[in-house]
């Protein structure tokens, strides 16, 4: 089908998709109740039958790609499978069906979930607790932010006003430090791809309050002088934060508060497999170490010696409240699904089997494509670059990445990171087999060729999608945010049909 | 050993290791520190099957009360509201659940199609011009609010009513620390003079969190006599009968979106959905899908606005969000589409109607008043007890029934009261064995038994 319809341009008056009970109590009248004055006199809802909303959002599902349907190898976010036993317990009644505020001993399930979980994560990254509260990786950042800066302040250490970011970091370490009132000190990468020691100790010194930094790289290698890099941090009485994204190459292999970090975020909606539905929901757990720990954010999830779980908001020292309750409870559950699943030993293979399958990509495209500071072996995903392809033929790394999608695969991550001229960072995670990659590799392949000889059809790609590129700059210059004919009176009648 | 979620076999690992020019596995690791490699992790517990772990987390939900298995009189922020199977049934599709964030829109024309709606359904619920494609939950979505109310105000102070639900206050709190904002939380009856010229903006909640309808003109006005913006937290169920924020010159409007198809999970995940007027476009925190044309001239939709957005703007960014909840935003579409205009007034009309009786109900209890007499209200109602509400709750949940929430940790001068919340899923019959269970508690009470 070429176009799906707005389920607006698909509602009759009268039509309801949905069987509701009959009111079974005396009825009073409205206007007394709720008073004259308070009423609304529309609501431009549409009126569907339940075979119409089924429909659509079928049909809306087929012009979707996803893990499902096939490879998604796009670096910095971990589109590895995700388990369906995670979708069957998230959603047993005894998880999905509690309120919040019921008294903790009714809870006493759920609260031993987060404690193990809690626990779990702690030794996964060897620190020494975790709250699950964040509800993304940047939401992690920020609260680690905030308690960075709350630890400082107690300690009477209140010129610490910077936060020393290498350029290859994500746009949201930058981002969040800034929010927490920090000034945002960029230093540049070595000619290897990693933190550059010299320009390090120049951006440390008294006004240093922390580090964020990727680990590994946002390039894909490992920041091979990780613990002088900590130690310096140290030395200048700054804390170092782990920007969390890259676990998945960490697994079982190395762990962050080894390396000497202070605090991390972990993406469970990467490493720890929970879906991504399309943007969100996900979990930014954040893991710390005894000396952050008094600043967690409230409430946090502790265990009495009597073995009762225990919702703990009596914390002098904590940041405060970040979350409107405990954070994403049933995405927990899944990242305990998850862990439990694999134990020990199936969480190192992940960590294996994700170095292994990105190590192959690089080693089999190192010919058709450049790699960005070719180093002997990357971690977890690889990033190519297409300057070659960009200076013999003009072609961008966009314009691969979109002839990609005529063989039916999603590109991967492009443009980041910013360091790398026309980037293609790729992470096949450990989920793809060998012939999966194989297929991948043979299409990345046969662009390569096909960009020397017959560019123009990179340049106009995609040609077999629903749709072909779009005009980005119209979407910003004539913004078109929501369907007006709704609000405009439609010739549907959605609005004139009176209640 | 052997995991189902990883499909190398021992000779495909042995032909990359080989296609890599590696001997060994190991020989990848060289860039890591030896000191700090290991090879096995002591602390976690051994791999379950698919049959055992599924045993054992049903043992542990099997150790929860939930509102299957109790009758859910809970609310305060969090509601047991109807949920059409077509929702979840659709919603968990792995082409919707399985896939990233929408950076390639000519893969991606469900899922932006399917926010372009939900702002629209925000829009047509909130009566405001534009909404953004969600946040994480209602208490950031205010926080953020304030931040960018700040930002486009050029003040530095907020002003928060003290109805406001409370950890949505502590979050704000939280923030405004954080950022060297100043917040300020006021009564109702202390609003008047605390408004002025260094006043970002006022946030209000309607209906408030003890359930109650304010004049919601009055503190528009107040805060636009003084140049500031008006922010309302509301309950979207709500807004199938109250008039729009827009219509009392709300600048932006915030609210927690679970009850729109989402189970209420513990308190999570969560969807704040966030709408305001047209003119602050682009001072709006978090992702806008817009609607646009592709080359060959045929409708399309895509992210738009990025420049916003920290992977661009990096510190300068106008958040540091860079996601949504967008398969909870996608359940909330689904639902608002199958309630439909003529659904969503008929929820909303059922739990008007049922919190009435209950309220009824339960104040003719000898000892038992409404703490709002004379207030309206919605869904939601504070009674005073003769008994501690912490033992009425816990007498009660041994009946089976989650009884609502004590207040007296929220303010001061309820130590007595009892928050209840009545949605459309409970019946008739479930409020009179509220009632009936409730009277002899009471006399327990009274008696001192």
Known sequence: MNSEPLIFEKSRAGRIGANLPQCDVPEQDIVELLGGDNLRSMLPLPEVSELDVVRHFTHLSHRNYSIDEGLYPLGSCTMKYNPRINEKTASLPGFAALHPLQPVETAQGALQLVYELQGMLASICGMDATTIQPSAGAHGELLAMMMIRAYHRDRGDTARTTVVIPDSAHGTNPASAATCGFRVKSIPSNQKGCTDLNALRNALGPDTAALMLTNPNTVGLFESDILEICSLVHEAGGLVYCDGANMNAMLGITRPGDMGFDVMHFNLHKTFSTPHGGGGPGCGAVSVKKCLEPYLPIPVVTRSDEGTYLLDENRPCSIGRIHSFYGAFLIAVRAYTYIRTLGASGVRAVGENALLNANYVRARLSKAYDIAYNSPVCMHEVVLSAARQKQANGIRALDISKRLMDYGVHPPTNYFPLIVPEALMIEPTETESKQTLDEFIDIMLKIAKEAAEEPELLRTAPHSTLVSRLDETMAVKNLDLRYEALFAGSPHSTVESSS | ?449
């Open chain 2, 1 to 449: 050993m052997t995991l189902g979620y990883i499909s190398n076999t021992d000779t495909d690992r042995q032909e990359m290791l080989q296609a890599i020019g590696a001997g060994r596995f190991e020989d990848l690791l060289e860039p890591i520190p030896s000191s700090i490699r290991m090879t096995h992790l002591p602390e976690l517990p051994p791999a379950m099957a698919e049959n055992d772990l599924y045993r054992h987390l049903s043992s542990l939900a099997a150790l929860n009360a939930h509102a299957e298995t109790h009758l859910c009189f809970l609310g305060a922020g969090i509601y047991d509201h109807f949920r059409p199977a077509v929702v979840a049934s659709l919603a968990s599709r792995g082409e919707f659940a399985t896939a990233y964030t929408p950076y390639q829109p000519e893969m991606s024309q469900g899922m932006l199609q399917a926010v372009y709606e939900y702002q629209t359904l925000i829009c047509a619920l909130t009566g405001m011009d534009i909404s953004n494609a969600s946040m994480y939950d209602a208490a950031t979505g205010l926080a953020e609010s304030a931040l960018m109310s700040a930002h486009i105000q050029h003040r530095d102070e907020i002003v928060v009513l003290n109805n406001l639900h409370p950890h949505y206050r502590q979050v704000i709190q939280t923030y405004l620390e954080a950022t060297g904002l100043k917040y300020r939380e006021v009564s109702e009856s202390d609003v008047d003079g605390v408004v002025n010229s260094n006043t970002a903006s006022v946030i209000v909640q309607n209906p408030t969190f003890m359930g109650t309808l304010l004049d919601m003109q009055k503190y528009s006005d107040l805060a636009h006599a003084c140049g500031a913006l008006f922010i309302v937290s509301v309950d979207p169920v709500s807004l199938a009968l109250l008039k729009p924020p827009s219509e009392y010159d709300a600048d932006i409007v915030v609210g927690e979106g679970q009850s729109l198809g989402s189970p209420m999970g513990f308190g999570g995940p969560l969807l704040g959905f966030f709408a305001c007027k047209k003119q602050f476009v682009r001072s709006f925190p978090g992702r806008i899908v817009g609607a646009t044309l592709d080359l060959e001239g045929r409708r399309g939709y895509t992210m738009t606005l990025r420049t916003r957005e920290q992977d661009i703007r990096r510190e300068k960014a106008t958040s540091n969000i860079c996601t949504n909840q967008a398969l909870l935003a996608l359940a909330a579409t689904i639902h608002l589409c199958a309630l439909g205009k003529n659904g969503m007034r008929q929820t909303a009309l059922l739990s008007l109607q049922k919190a009435h009786y209950a309220c009824s109900q339960i104040c003719s209890l000898p000892g038992v008043t409404h703490a709002d007499e004379g207030r309206l209200f919605f869904k939601e109602f504070a009674v005073r007890l003769p008994v501690s509400p912490e033992t009425v709750i816990a007498k009660m949940a041994r009946k089976k029934i989650l009884a609502g929430l004590a207040l007296g940790k929220y303010y001061d001068g309820y130590s007595d009261a009892l928050l209840i919340a009545v949605t459309e899923n409970r019946t008739k019959e479930d409020i009179d064995r509220y009632t009936t269970e409730l009277a002899g508690i009471l006399k327990e009470g009274t008696t001192g038994v």
